[in-house]
Nanobody, 121 residues
Framework: QLQLVESGGGLVQAGKSLTLSCTSS????????MGWDRQAPGKQRELVAS???????HYHDSVRGRFTISRDNARNTVNLQMNDLKPDDTAVYYC???????????????WGQGTQVTVFS
């Protein structure tokens, strides 16, 4: 079972930056897609960014150009560099990873517990 732990959230003024980090542990065979979701109060959870093992990244339109996702395949970690933060970025951010426990078991999605990001103007 893969465990994901996020860190780096906090309270920050609009226009500033934060970097979220996610580490993985536990028993798994391999990890495929990794990324970050977020959920703001009263809103649906949304995909913020994702990255393939080859480094191909995709972003939500609202963060493109401000956020950068990166990963370390050797350490199975994923980071989210968030620049020029806006109050609308306030949410709980969840790390996720698509993983499987053996070479022949299906891929499954795994999420961390989340880290709060609060942006004030």
């Amino acid at each position: 079972q893969l465990q994901l732990v996020e860190s780096g959230g906090g309270l920050v003024q609009a226009g500033k930056s934060l970097t979220l980090s996610c580490t993985s542990s536990g028993s798994f065979f391999s990890i495929n897609l990794m990324g970050w979701d977020r959920q703001a109060p009263g809103k649906q959870r949304e995909l913020v960014a994702s990255i393939t093992p080859a480094g191909v990244a995709h972003y939500h339109d609202s963060v493109r150009g401000r956020f950068t996702i990166s990963r370390d395949n050797a350490r199975n970690t994923v980071n989210l560099q968030m620049n020029d933060l806006k109050p609308d970025d306030t949410a709980v951010y969840y790390c996720y990873a698509e993983a499987r426990t053996t070479s022949y078991t299906p891929w499954s999605n795994n999420w961390g517990q989340g880290t709060q990001v609060t942006v004030f103007s």
